[in-house]
Nanobody
Framework: QVQLVESGGGLVQAGGSLRLDCAAS????????MGWFRQRPGKEREFVAA????????NYADSVKGRFTISRDSAKNTVYLQMNNLKFEDTAVYYC????????????????WGQGTQVTVSS
């Protein structure tokens, strides 16, 4: 089992930045591919970013490319999502997820989920 806890959400003005952290316990993250997803108000949960086990290969949703960066620190068992130039439409609950396999954009392929952290961007 892997327990994931997100932190770092909050209220920010459009154009601002936030960093989300996902701390894992139970097992080392080195064995898992990690993803960030979000659920905007009235919408289904959607893919944001994913990172391979090695930490070198990443993938992003088109809507966040060039603004968000996913990274991991295996020594700290933590995954990060740096969000810059935030827009009102980035307002959502952000979830961290882990899967014991390759990087994936599909939430159904993830085995473990955090409880989510709220990000609110004011226009």
């Amino acid at each position: 089992q892997v327990q994931l806890v997100e932190s770092g959400g909050g209220l920010v003005q459009a154009g601002g930045s936030l960093r989300l952290d996902c701390a894992a316990s139970g097992r080392t993250l080195r064995r898992y591919a990690m993803g960030w997803f979000r659920q905007r108000p009235g919408k289904e949960r959607e893919f944001v970013a994913a990172i391979m086990l090695s930490g070198f290969n990443t993938n992003y949703a088109d809507s966040v490319k060039g603004r968000f960066t996913i990274s991991r620190d295996s020594a700290k068992n933590t995954v990060y999502l740096q969000m810059n130039n935030l827009k009102f439409e980035d307002t959502a609950v952000y979830y961290c997820a882990a899967r014991s396999g390759p990087r994936s954009d599909y939430e159904a392929e993830y085995d473990f989920w955090g409880q989510g952290t709220q990000v609110t961007v004011s226009s």
